[in-house]
């Protein structure tokens, strides 16, 4: 079946500005993860989903940042006032439910460019 | 915090080797612990899951031990080959906690 896609693949933005990323998880999947991957680094974790409700958002590095998952589907990360030091590859994965025995599936991710 | 460190950044060898990535983790209170391959600009894809309660898994020419009470994870390639050039990054989920904690990666180049 499909895997984890993201839209868009690439998004350049200026400083400033309001960008939203998507993500649609695996049919079926009830957990959704956001992370954050830095040039050399590995992936960050910003958010989590279980459902609809974010149960744990606890990555997310300041109010600027925002995901909603409205059906428990598709999700968005919502990034206001963009700052050069957003510029990341954000990665979403979902996996069946939530728990540790529970295997995370990835995106090809979002590369965001902030100039 | 945990802290997930993996050795050497990056590693090149000849083809038809023999190789052993390394992960070391600070918090032994894991659930389990995954490697996975990243392509550039690709995303993540999974290639071994061990439980804690596991030492270790195999998938065709790799293999990946679980240590927990040394902190460490290898991952055994055998017969290494030009396709398996790629970055491979360790993750593990704490118990109790559902996101993953990533290493930083090694970068791994196989020569023809």
């Known amino acids: 079946g499909a895997g984890v896609s993201q839209t868009p693949s690439n998004k350049v933005t200026e400083k400033g500005k309001y960008v939203e990323l998507r993500c649609d998880p695996i049919?079926?999947?009830?957990?959704l993860y956001w992370y954050r991957q830095s040039l050399g680094q590995g992936p960050e974790f910003l958010i989590y989903?279980?459902?609809?409700?974010?149960?744990?958002d606890s990555g997310l590095p300041n109010d600027r940042f925002f995901a909603v998952r409205p059906e428990g589907s598709v999700s968005t990360l919502k990034i206001q006032r963009t700052e050069r030091g957003d510029s990341a590859v954000y990665l979403c994965?979902?996996?069946?439910?939530?728990?540790?025995?529970?295997?995370?599936?990835f995106g090809p991710g979002t590369r965001l460019t902030v100039t | 915090k945990q802290e997930v460190t993996q050795i050497p950044a990056a590693l090149s060898v000849p083809e038809g080797e023999n190789l052993v990535l390394n992960c070391s983790f600070t918090?032994?209170?894991?659930?389990?612990l995954q490697w996975f391959r990243q392509d550039p600009g690709k995303g993540l894809t999974s290639l071994l899951l061990?439980?804690?309660?596991?030492r270790e898994q195999t998938s065709g020419r790799l293999n990946a031990s679980l240590d927990k009470s040394s902190g460490r994870s290898t991952l055994y390639i055998a017969a290494s080959q030009p396709g398996d050039s790629a970055t491979y990054l360790c993750?593990?989920?704490?118990?109790?906690?559902?996101?993953?904690?990533f290493g930083t990666g090694t970068r791994l180049t196989v020569i023809p």
């Open positions: 049919s079926g999947h009830t957990a």
């Open positions: 994965a979902s996996s069946l439910a939530s728990g540790g025995s529970y295997e995370q599936y």
């Open positions: 061990i439980q804690s309660s596991q």
């Open positions: 918090d032994s209170a894991i659930y389990n």
């Open positions: 989903f279980q459902g609809t409700g974010a149960a744990d």
């Open positions: 993750a593990l989920s704490e118990t109790g906690a559902n996101n993953l904690f």
